[in-house]
Each structure stands twice: as structure tokens, then as C-alpha cells.
């Protein structure tokens, strides 16, 4: 297993980073209203469920967070055969706004517009992201960014939140 480099945020700096881009959203949308939070599971669920949270302290009422799992729609991943989750009428008009933790190459952002569009046609979708570690192979550019962190591409970008790993941290694992 690779070994720890750097923390990079601590609980208090994703606590900041997620405060900053709910502020973010309502600014960039004049408001909450019409907003529909995408979490991209796991981690993104969890992220989505947070500044929803904080939404609502600020506009009075959270936005509805859904569970979006792009597996299906993955083309560097195995495909499991499964059912296709239904049409979520939430969706249609709505600033569908896709939450994950960390944005690298870009294709599980393009699988989770994928699910989405599946689901319903949104207004618009926007992307918030934890962290941008930058490598890119397909064209896409986060809205609402926690913190861009240059990586090696050997790197990993590993991050940490209670609700699934008993802490909150991001850290920078050595490469393999």
C-alpha cells in the first residue's frame, strides 16, 4: 500500500472548503430555489448531503440530495447488468448540481451527466468537487471547486469523511 505524504485538508479545512461552495451555489444561482444536489456515490452523497445542509442554515430550506450511482454509465469500468434506475421527476427544470470528492479524469463526471440526463432533463447541471487534482482526458471544468491539487499522476488523491471512514481529511498517498 502506498504511504501518506501530506494532508493536505483537515477537518476544519473541508468543513471551509464545503461552507465556500454552498456560498458559491447560492451566489452563482441567486439562491437554493430549483436546486436539486447529485451526489455521486459514496463519498458525493455524503458531500451533497453537507452543503445541502448548509443551504438550507443560509436560504431557509435544503435542496433535495439524490444517490447517483454511474456505474452503468462507467466506460473504464466494468458494466454490471442490472435495472437502470427510473425517470426522477425532481429533475426535470431543476439546477441539477452533481457532487463528487475528487475530479481526476473527468469520466466519472461524464457518467454521472449520463445518469442524470437518464433520470430526467435538468435545467442545467453544474459540478462541485472537494478536490480537482487536474489530468483531465475529456473536457470538463468544475463550477465550484474545494481546492485544486496538482498531483503526480503515480499519486493518489484520498479522501476522508466520517460518515464512511470515522474521520474528515484529505490526504496525498505516495505512489504504488
Known amino acids: 500500500m502506498a504511504g501518506q505524504k501530506a494532508v493536505i485538508m483537515d477537518a476544519d479545512g473541508v468543513r471551509r472548503a464545503l461552507t465556500r461552495i454552498a456560498f458559491e451555489i447560492i451566489e452563482k444561482n441567486k439562491g437554493a430555489e430549483d436546486l436539486l444536489l447529485a451526489g455521486v456515490k459514496t463519498r458525493g452523497v455524503f458531500l451533497a448531503q453537507r452543503i445541502a445542509a448548509k443551504l438550507g442554515e443560509v436560504e431557509g430550506k435544503a435542496p433535495p440530495v439524490l444517490e447517483l450511482d454511474v456505474t452503468p454509465w462507467r466506460d473504464d469500468k466494468p458494466r454490471a447488468d442490472g435495472p437502470l434506475p ?54 470538463i471544468r468544475p463550477d465550484y471547486i474545494g481546492k485544486n491539487l496538482p498531483t503526480a499522476r503515480g499519486e493518489r488523491v484520498c479522501v476522508r469523511l466520517t460518515e464512511v471512514d470515522g474521520e474528515d481529511n484529505v490526504v496525498i498517498l505516495g505512489s504504488e
Not at 440526463?117 to 435545467?123: F, L
Open 86 to 139: 427510473p425517470p426522477d421527476p425532481r429533475i426535470g427544470g431543476a439546477t441539477v448540481v452533481l457532487v463528487d470528492d475528487v475530479l481526476y479524469t473527468g469520466r466519472t463526471v461524464r457518467a454521472a451527466i449520463e445518469a442524470v440526463s437518464h433520470c430526467g432533463r435538468a435545467g442545467r447541471i453544474q459540478l462541485a468537487v472537494l478536490v480537482d487534482r487536474g489530468h483531465r482526458e475529456l473536457p
